[in-house]
């Protein structure tokens, strides 16, 4: 188990603030989402982009209007994120974040210069090619960079700060959530130039990935690099000319296991051969149960009044607006319906602004609880714990919300507990791991693609979510309310049984190891891999990253893998 001083003593404070700050540009996605969702509930973004409704004496969205400004972000995020493999791998990760600056700098201004939604739509989806490059970048370069033992530490991260740049999105919607004048928009809208305009200024003194050098024949560059972000004592010691010659030699016996006989990055084809394809499934089937059993979480004020849930990629792209307003659609238009809302109902709509603030603000410590526990339980235990709690929630939300008639208040409090707890168990396990399981899970030759093709399926699962969810809801559709929970937490349940018998432990492994165990004949079960010893050049890394480095020099330059009959487990080893 990897305690928080393992942790600290395999990063150095440089390298934690050069991996950490890269995850700054996870900051843009979580701002623009919680953004979005507060902005489209300012009167000022009414006035500009909605029609007037006589009736009610204010400004509303078509509905139209809405759904194209919401989801059609998401196609910006799969260029994003189709593009940014082969750019990576040819370029580097500074020049993907570069790219992530470029685009989010010229898609605000398009959003902030907008008088029609056509073009504020068309900034979105610039903003939102940015977000699917940093969402595939960062992790590839964090794990890349980071020791064995704090890899999943620092890759979780990434949930972390998506949730603090919606949390920085909560408080200013809150301060302009009044505001009838243009600024009033534009000024939530533009803040989020903040975290590009930061990283251009710093990403002159962001490394580039020794392994990426090391894959351009660059071995003196990536020595420079790994004496430069790891621990003196290890620089004294030459461990990190051993890293490096190590790599180098994994590199080299990859070449030759796929008889290539040289060390380029392989193709999109071989992302399902042989054992690349166990290991683009696990990548990819993360990814997809992340959004499909995380986007549900649930608007507490709708359970409270109505009984009825809402999912994350609902609540969160639409977000204080449905808090605000029920959307009632009549002849296209969207109304709003005051009476369906608990805010509005009891008369304190004014204050679902400082609501949807204190609920971000919770989310902050769980994430990184989260990215503790990943690495003191391992991805395994946590992934399962996560999936079992998070349909234990929706079962008994479900189960309740279902009942006919008015609920008495003890059962309205065990749903929203429930809801609560629901958000807990999400954050703390699939929320961060999946990103650290897709980028430290593929082989060094398709690292970047495992991550780009796992990304995909991701933001097709989360535009599934996203545009179905309303129809599972609402009348006078399939109108389920909280028994949707029955749905999304079976989802959760299959989650649960496949990282049980599909996702292998990790954990303290370094990225070599891993190609060792993926590369055994036969194939080594999920369930052994935590109690499966390495010997050969990968756990050399493993040994020289921080895992186990008493036994480095007992370690030889062969390949051999010794199954877990009559072995120690890798407590004793690490």
């Known amino acids: 188990m990897a305690s928080l001083k393992t942790i600290a003593a395999a990063v150095t404070p440089k390298l934690l603030a050069i991996t950490l700050f890269l995850a700054l540009g996870n900051v843009i996605y979580g701002y623009d989402t919680a953004s979005f969702g507060g902005v489209q509930a300012i009167p000022a973004f009414g006035k500009q982009f909605g029609i007037f409704d006589p009736t009610l004496g204010q400004y509303a969205l078509p509905a139209k209007t809405s759904s194209l400004l919401t989801s059609l972000a998401f196609a910006g995020k799969l260029i994003g994120t189709i593009i940014i493999g082969p750019c990576t791998e040819r370029f ?7 790219l992530v600056c470029i685009f989010t700098i010229i898609g605000t201004i398009i959003e902030c210069t907008s008088k029609k939604a056509a073009q504020f739509l068309v900034g979105r989806i610039i903003v939102y090619i940015g977000v699917g490059i940093v969402e595939n970048v960062v992790p590839t370069y964090q794990s890349e ?23 920085v999105a909560s408080g200013v919607n ?10 009033g928009w534009i000024i939530p809208v533009a803040i989020q130039l903040v975290a590009p305009v930061l990283i251009l200024l710093g990403l002159y003194f962001i490394p580039p990935s020794p392994r990426w050098l090391l894959y351009k024949g660059r071995r003196d560059e990536a020595i420079a690099v790994l004496e430069n972000v790891r621990p003196k004592r290890d620089v004294a010691a030459g461990l990190c000319v051993e890293e490096a010659n190590a790599i180098e030699e994994s590199i080299r016996e990859e070449a030759k296991l796929r008889k290539s006989g040289t060390n380029e990055k392989l193709g999109w084809i071989d992302l399902f051969k042989g054992p690349n394809l166990r290991r ?17 979480r649930s608007s507490l004020s709708k359970i409270a009044v109505n ?7 609902f609540s969160s792209q639409y977000g204080t607006y449905v808090f605000i307003t029920n959307i009632r659609v009549v002849s296209g238009v969207a109304y709003f319906d005051s009476n369906s809302v608990f805010y509005i109902r009891e008369g304190l709509g004014s204050m679902a602004f400082t609501y949807s603030l204190i609920n971000t603000a919770i989310s902050v410590p769980v994430c990184f609880l989260g990215m503790v526990l990943l690495e003191y339980f391992g991805r395994r235990p946590v992934l399962i714990g996560g999936a079992f709690f998070q349909s234990l929630w929706l079962y008994i939300m479900a189960g309740i919300g279902g009942q006919s008639g008015k609920l008495p208040k003890a059962n309205i409090n065990m749903m929203v507990a429930s809801v609560m707890l629901f958000n807990f168990s999400f954050s703390a396990s699939w929320a961060p791991l999946s990103y ?3 980028s430290e899970v593929g082989t060094g030759a398709l690292r970047e693609k495992t991550m780009a093709f796992s990304s995909v399926i991701n933001v097709i699962c989360a535009f599934a979510v996203s545009f179905t969810l309303p129809y599972l809801l609402n009348p006078p559709y399939a109108n389920l309310q909280a028994k949707v929970g029955y749905i999304y937490g079976s989802i959760a349940a299959v989650a649960m049984i496949y990282a049980i018998f599909f996702v292998p432990e990790m954990r303290g492994r370094s990225l070599e190891e891993l190609d060792e165990l993926f590369e055994h004949k036969p194939s080594i079960p999920a369930w052994k891999f935590r109690s499966t010893k390495t ?13 186990g480095r008493k036994n480095l020099d007992n370690f030889v330059n062969e390949s051999e893998i010794v199954p877990e009959d009559g072995m120690k487990n890798d407590e004793d080893i690490y």
Not at 92 to 97: A, P
Not at 145 to 164: T, Y
Not at 280 to 296: D, R
């Open 280 to 296: 683009t499934t696990i990548a990819t089937l993360v990814f997809a149960f992340q959004q499909l059993t995380g986007t549900i």
């Open 436 to 438: 650290v399981v897709a």
């Open 307 to 313: 009984y009825r849930s809402s999912g994350q990629g």
């Open 174 to 183: 809150r301060r302009y959530s009044e505001f009838v004048i243009s600024s």
């Open 535 to 547: 010997t050969g050049i990968g756990a050399k890394v493993a040994a020289l990253e921080g895992s």
């Open 92 to 98: 580097g990760h500074k020049f993907g974040m570069l």
């Open 145 to 167: 960079i980071v020791p064995a033992p704090a890899r999943g530490f620092v890759v979780g991260s990434l949930q972390m700060f998506l949730v603090c740049g919606a949390l």
